[in-house]
């Protein structure tokens, strides 16, 4: 049985970190690029960060660019989303999913959910002011 499963939200004040983690189980990992989404109430589900499987390369989200990092442990079967510096803003239910991308990560313009293989079921970050 195919399985993303999401750890490491919570509550946490502004200006802190956390860091989230994507478990697989069920396929290989890195047969897959790996993204995360986050999607509050009402709004669309928005893709903030992924990963290739191939050469590492990375896309971020221009909102969260320069304070999240997003990696990869194949033999763990893992990916890690480090989130520094959040914001308020940055509350949301956090989801992971392997993607089929057909591009690089680098030449993403916007993440869609249309490119989503597997979905996680996702973790809440919650970031007080």
């Known amino acids: 049985q195919v399985q993303l499963v999401e750890s490491g939200g919570g509550l946490v004040q502004s200006g802190g970190s956390l860091r989230l983690s994507c478990a697989a189980s069920?396929?290989?990992?890195?047969?897959?690029?790996i993204g995360w989404f986050r999607q509050v109430p009402g709004k669309e589900r928005e893709g903030v960060s992924c990963?290739?499987?191939?050469?590492?390369?990375?896309y971020y989200a221009d909102s969260v660019k320069g304070r999240f990092a997003i990696s990869r442990d194949n033999e763990k079967n893992t990916v890690y989303l480090q989130m520094d510096n959040l914001k308020p803003e940055d509350t949301a239910v956090y989801y992971c999913?392997?993607?089929?991308?057909?591009?690089?990560?680098?030449?993403?313009?916007?993440?869609?959910?249309?490119?989503?293989?597997?979905w996680g079921q996702g973790t809440q970050v919650t970031v007080s002011s």
């Open positions: 999913a392997a993607l089929r991308l057909r591009v690089p990560p680098h030449r993403i313009v916007v993440l869609g959910t249309n490119l989503v293989v597997y």
């Open positions: 069920g396929f290989t990992l890195d047969n897959y690029a």
């Open positions: 990963i290739s499987n191939s050469d590492g390369s990375t």
